[in-house]
């Protein structure tokens, strides 16, 4: 390989972090005022991609009808419509009628190759999706509920 080659990929290599802070700046509110409104546990599962242990969370069994928001931005994810009783522990979505605002990334972290799944909004960490999920459309929204805020239909 050439000594360019080289040095370009190297170079590659070393301003990635531009692009991550490029995708940063989609995001209305700063850290601080991110951080300022959110619980801990909330602040870890959005926005260092950390995962509620199961059987814990606010809404992995909880069924009222309404609509399910990010706990960030406020932007419309889930409905109570699609959402099941999965058994996994944590809230299930089988479809959304809000697919505009929710991102699907490839996330190969912990050895696994998963689909992250994020607030197309703000960036922020929900969960993932697999494809294990009812029919007719075989899919798993697994959600953290730290994630989620769940304004309630008759509002
Ligand atoms: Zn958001």
């Not at 989609?26 to 951080?35: A, C, L």
């Not at 909330?42 to 606010?58: A, D, L, M, R, S």
């Not at 994810?77 to 809230?91: E, N």
């Not at 994020?118 to 029919?135: E, T």
Request: hydrophobic share 30%.
């Amino acid at each position: 390989m050439h000594f360019g080659t080289i040095t370009l990929l190297v170079f590659i290599m070393l301003t990635n972090p531009i692009r991550l802070s490029a995708q940063e700046n989609r995001q209305d509110m700063s850290k601080q005022e991110i951080k300022a409104k959110l619980t801990p546990l909330q602040y870890k599962v959005t926005q260092e991609k950390g995962t509620e242990h199961p059987f814990t969370g606010e809404y992995w069994d909880f069924f009222e009808k309404g609509t399910y928001t990010c706990i960030c931005c406020g932007a419309k994810l889930f409905d109570s419509d699609t959402k099941y009783h999965s058994g996994c522990g944590w809230p299930s979505f089988s479809d959304s009628p809000y697919k505009d605002n929710i991102e699907e990334v490839p996330d190969y972290s912990h050895g696994m190759v998963r689909v992250e799944v994020i607030c197309k909004q703000c960036n922020a960490h929900l969960g993932h999706v697999f494809n294990d999920g009812p029919k007719p459309t075989g899919i798993r929204y697994c959600i953290n509920s730290a994630s989620l805020k769940f304004i309630p239909k008759s509002k």
